[in-house]
């Protein structure tokens, strides 16, 4: 009987912990809405390099699951996921990790 409820007292409490460690991932998240601009621009990050122009700042990182077109204005819900601490990312790589969550609007723009 001590050993089941010392097996049932660990579950219960490996649970516990697991929805914490959830919760402070989450913590880091962010949906945000986006509009991408059509055309890429020239940009220096590592080296010289295409960034997207999105809400009309140059943008360095990429959007895992986004496809860039060309000549398109896109309104976009995508999710930030924070990656490092300030104190622990790497001089060359962003805090931040994103994702296209969903495309919400896509207007073809004349030149």
């Known amino acids: 009987m001590k050993k089941s409820f ?7 409490l490996a649970g516990c912990s697991a929805g914490e ?7 880091g998240t962010e949906v945000m809405t986006v509009t991408v601009g ?3 621009a020239d940009c220096v990050g590592v080296g010289p390099m295409k960034c997207l122009v999105v809400d ?21 819900q995508i999710e930030r996921r924070q990656r490092f601490t300030p104190d ?12 296209l969550l969903q ?3 896509k207007q073809k723009v004349m030149p």
């Open 38 to 40: 059509p055309q890429q």
């Open 88 to 99: 622990n990312a790497p001089a060359d790589a962003s805090l931040y990790q994103y994702r």
């Open 56 to 76: 009309g700042q140059l943008f360095y990182d990429r959007i895992s699951g986004f496809e860039f077109e060309p000549g398109y204005q896109q309104t976009l």
């Open 21 to 27: 460690q959830q919760d402070s991932m989450s913590a």
């Open 6 to 12: 010392a097996v049932l007292l660990t579950v219960l």
């Open 103 to 105: 495309v919400l609007g």
